[in-house]
């Protein structure tokens, strides 16, 4: 083993080293251990087929510490990510320093979810039957007709400024509930399947986890898969993985999918301008069914679980009134399809709604959760896994010889026991991977403060809020504003703003009040304000420099007890003698609350003070394991240490 340890070493040296090609190809580089560190382990699992968990925080120069070790070694890479902004870098920065570092020629192929492109057929359609247009509707159309003359992926990004109308791309781009497949007019044309095509050829393919998992989910249904067989897969922002995997392994169906396809099927029916009064009344009689469905459940936002009681009580009995409407729409549909042949896409739609709902309203199955959730008008009832580990353990790791998983918050404490809540999500055992938290490579000892008040009463303390409003307003004197406030709870950020905005002489930013898009630039350009925001802010904000200089979190960050999520998978462990609170409840809040944080510093001179506001962290049992989860920051809980840090 030794031996292959140096050979690795080597490898790596000439990729990374000071006299590496890397080297000659970025001027005033200097080498990272942390990457070369990672760039090793990568080798080491592609060499043992055995899955990798690496901790990498930012700045480690992860990208190129995985890219440039498997494709020297011309394995055939899948590359996955959670948002956006990650795959652009890869795409548009990363990969063309390791083409000019490789100096060899590879195939690369970007793939994305089907809403990313557009459907001819669709919008052939959309352009004929379109509502009244407004003038830059019309103009936008007209734009997209000359793009459609020289594009070669019909993706989405390669649109601007999209109308202020939300749903014009909704109705023409590729979407399964549409699809003729081989049936379309512009199958040869279709973006879609080019793109699938060039992703099967490629020997790297960029996707995000939403289609890879999706795409998984197919798999498993038996129906062909969009991705091509690869050698190695990365999951980048692996930390999102549970939640995904939880979404796509399981049922859901919405009151805006029913919605959806009454219209759809109207549509058909005005396409041929055929009138039938059978049809008329299963599609008026499926819109009061849906009414009588949205009634049944609370009209505030809420998320509930679904029980044998409410099942056999009026939110069952209204999803069963559901499913009879459906059946009815069906048999109304059947003698229509040789006139309308549309039709036949939207009664194979109402099928896998009634497979659906069958399932979820069923309470048969152990290891799901049946819920709901209610946003105004919006309705969804839904079946998802207990676990994640087993679903992926079958599916996931036999479909490709290594999988590497890294993120900047994997692990919830110190050594291979720190990865073992993520590991048993993922389905591994510690004894059949490698994992590796690496050091940080930001001097946090010198350059960031954690500072845990004193004085501040416990969370569920009813003056609570009050003192944290007097407190951040402290602080935010001694950075001079420049600082990201995260809260927990809508009620909580509403609170301490009201206390705050007449009393803050700097620049205020709020959630909910613009998109968040718009207060991130505003942010990042006016380096005196100060961002309140709530979960979506807790991870993917890269604000470096003085713009942020101090991050601010209310409460440690414990999932609630009455999502039904939660709670389903509390009284699982609790049935197997496991307890929640230490073995769920502590590593959710460990991980999340290192995303917050992880705000702060996002460059090599960024400097900055760590703000909780929740006493528990220092004064309960369970507060060393968030410190020993965090990054190497001094703590203090002296309010007069953190202006000393700003002088």
């Known amino acids: 083993m030794g031996g292959c340890v140096l050979d690795f070493q080597g490898h790596i040296k000439k990729l990374f080293g000071p006299e590496s090609l890397l080297a000659q190809k970025i001027e005033g580089y200097e080498p990272r251990p942390a990457q070369e560190q990672m760039a090793t382990l ?32 011309g394995k055939r890479v899948i590359v996955s990510t959670a948002t956006k902004a990650l795959q652009d870098q890869i795409v548009s920065k990363d990969l063309v320093l390791v083409r000019q570092v490789l100096a060899r020629r590879f195939k690369m192929a970007v793939l994305k979810g089907r809403h990313n492109y557009l459907c001819q057929f669709r919008y052939q359609k959309f352009k004929t039957t379109a509502p009244r247009l407004s003038v830059r509707e019309r103009q936008w159309l007209t734009r997209v007709d000359r793009w459609l003359e020289n594009t070669r992926t019909g993706d989405r990004d390669e649109l601007e400024n999209m109308p202020e109308r939300p749903n014009l791309w909704s109705e023409c781009h590729a979407d399964a509930n549409y699809c003729p497949g081989r049936d379309c007019p512009d199958a040869k044309e279709c973006f879609l399947a080019h793109a699938r095509r060039r992703a099967m050829e490629a020997d790297l393919v960029v996707v995000n986890h939403y289609l890879f998992f999706a795409d998984l989910a197919v798999k498993d ?39 959806d396809l009454v219209q759809d099927s109207r549509d058909q029916m ?91 309203r069923v309470l048969q199955d152990p290891g799901r959760v049946h819920w709901f959730e209610t946003r105004g008008r919006f309705l969804s009832l839904s079946a998802s896994p207990l676990e994640t580990g087993p679903t992926l353990r079958d599916l996931l790791y036999p479909a490709a010889d290594c999988h590497i998983f890294t993120s900047a918050t994997l692990a919830t404490g110190a050594g291979d026991e720190g990865f073992s809540f993520f590991a048993k999500q993922l389905g591994l055992e510690s004894g059949e991977m490698l994992a590796q938290r690496l050091p940080p490579p930001f001097d946090y000892a010198n350059r960031t403060l954690l500072y845990i008040p004193q004085g501040l009463p416990e969370p569920s303390q009813g003056n609570f809020p009050r ?11 001694f950075s001079g504003g420049r600082a990201l406030v995260l809260f927990t709870s809508q009620r909580m950020l509403e609170t301490v703003h009201e206390g705050v905005r007449d009393r803050l002489r700097f620049p205020l930013l709020v959630q909910g009040t613009q998109p968040n898009g718009v207060l991130l630039r505003r942010f990042t350009e006016d380096v005196e304000s100060v961002l309140f925001g709530l979960a979506s802010f807790w991870e993917g904000v890269d604000v470096p420099g003085e713009s942020l200089s101090m991050v601010v979190i209310d409460r440690l960050p414990f999932a609630s007890p009455g999502d039904p999520l939660v709670a389903a998978r509390s009284r699982w462990l609790e049935s197997q003698e496991i307890n929640p609170f230490k073995q769920m409840y502590i590593p959710k809040a460990i991980l999340s609350l290192k995303q917050g944080l992880g705000r702060l510093l ?46």
Request: aromatic share 6%; proline share 5%; charged share 30%.
């Open 467 to 477: 003192a944290a409003t007097e407190e951040i307003l402290h602080l935010l004197e």
């Open 602 to 647: 996002r460059r090599r001179n960024d400097r900055g003070v760590l703000v909780v506001l929740d006493r528990r962290m220092v004064d309960k049992w369970y507060g060393r394991w968030f410190l020993e989860g965090l990054p190497p920051s001094p703590l203090t809980r002296d309010r007069e240490a953190v202006r000393r840090f700003f002088l």
């Open 270 to 360: 005005d396409t041929v301008g055929l009138v039938d009064a059978e049809f008329d009344a299963g599609i008026k009689g499926l819109e009061k069914a849906l009414a009588e469905l949205r009634g049944a459940f609370p009209e505030e936002n809420s998320r509930g679980g679904l029980s044998p009681e409410s099942m056999n009580d009026r939110p069952g009995r209204a999803l069963v009134t559901v499913e009879a409407a459906l059946h009815r729409l069906l048999d109304c549909m059947e003698p229509l399809l040789p006139q309308v042949s549309g039709l036949g896409i939207c009664k194979r739609r109402t099928t896998e709604l009634l497979e659906t709902s069958g399932r979820i």
């Open 221 to 259: 249904a038996g129906f062909g898969e969009i991705l091509p067989k690869a050698d190695v897969v990365v999951f980048d922002e692996a930390h999102r993985i549970p939640d995904i995997v939880t979404r796509f392994f399981g049922w859901e169906i919405t009151n805006g999918q029913i919605q």
């Open 42 to 73: 990568v080798l080491q699992a592609v060499d043992a087929k055995r899955p990798l968990l690496v901790e990498a925080a930012t700045g480690t120069g992860k990208t190129l510490a995985y890219l440039l070790p498997l494709l020297s070694l």
